[in-house]
């Protein structure tokens, strides 16, 4: 099956520093990635799709200035979660659709992150 | 508006007795239907879908669900547990506006003892 690595698994920052989430497709081209946050003993919540070569799209709630998107390439998505905050301590997870011409919608999950701000 | 329902957060059994986990969700229209299982600090795994067809779908490792359109449900059940099976289950759904974007249920923990 598809894979989707996530760098790193854990991260510890000082608090108003900022973190940078990959998440990259190993063995297939993902047009289209998301980022899902997840509180503990609770479940993911979308935060933002992310389009390649294009702006991320962010679900409502979500601040576009602390969690920044990029998707530069097909294999890849970076989440920045900028002038971080003890409130952003989270476990962030990636997920990216295979190819672009599947009609199923299966999406293959990265191993996430857990991000402490400290 | 859209929802996945997972009713038990916590369900405990012993070692090699069968288990069920509760999944009902709420849509309008045809459903895809997945169960993920997330083993402690890690992402998430697909554990198996049903996309059409028959409604009884299996997993490699004995899990096995069942859609029922009427109860608008997708149980998910093993008849014999492994420790190794200790993990959390979410139920998920794409929503109406994305198929590639899901809706998950609250997860339930399946711990297994021995």
């Known amino acids: 099956g598809a894979v989707v690595s996530q760098h790193p698994s854990r991260v510890i920052c000082k608090s108003g520093t900022s973190v940078k989430i990959e998440c990259r497709s190993l063995?297939?081209?993902?047009?289209?990635m998301f980022w899902y946050r997840q509180f503990p003993k609770q479940s993911l919540m979308l935060m933002a799709t992310?389009?390649?070569?294009?702006?991320?799209?962010?679900e409502q709630g979500v601040e576009k200035d602390k969690f920044l998107i990029n998707h530069a390439s097909l294999t890849l998505s970076t989440l920045t979660v900028t002038s971080a905050h003890p409130e952003d301590s989270s476990f962030y997870i990636c997920?990216?659709?295979?190819?672009?011409?599947?009609?199923?919608?299966?999406?293959?999950f990265g191993q996430g992150t857990r991000l402490t701000v400290v | 508006a859209q929802s996945v329902t997972q009713l038990d957060s916590q369900v405990p059994v012993f070692e090699e007795a069968p288990v069920e986990l509760r999944c009902n969700y709420s849509?309008?229209?045809?459903?895809?239907l997945f169960w993920y299982v997330q083993y402690p600090n890690q992402g998430l795994q697909l554990l198996l879908k049903?996309?059409?067809?028959?409604?009884l779908v299996e997993s490699i490792n004995g899990f096995e669900a069942e859609f029922n359109k009427s109860q608008t449900s997708f149980h998910l059940r093993k008849p014999s547990v492994h420790i190794s099976d200790t993990a959390e289950y979410f139920c998920?759904?794409?929503?109406?506006?994305?198929?590639?974007?899901?809706?998950f249920g609250s997860g339930t923990r399946l711990l297994v003892r021995p």
């Open positions: 998920a759904v794409p929503r109406m506006d994305s198929s590639y974007k899901l809706i």
């Open positions: 063995d297939f081209q993902a047009t289209t």
């Open positions: 997920s990216a659709r295979a190819g672009t011409g599947t009609a199923e919608p299966e999406a293959f």
């Open positions: 849509s309008s229209v045809s459903v895809y």
């Open positions: 992310s389009n390649e070569g294009s702006k991320a799209t962010y």
């Open positions: 049903y996309l059409s067809g028959s409604t």
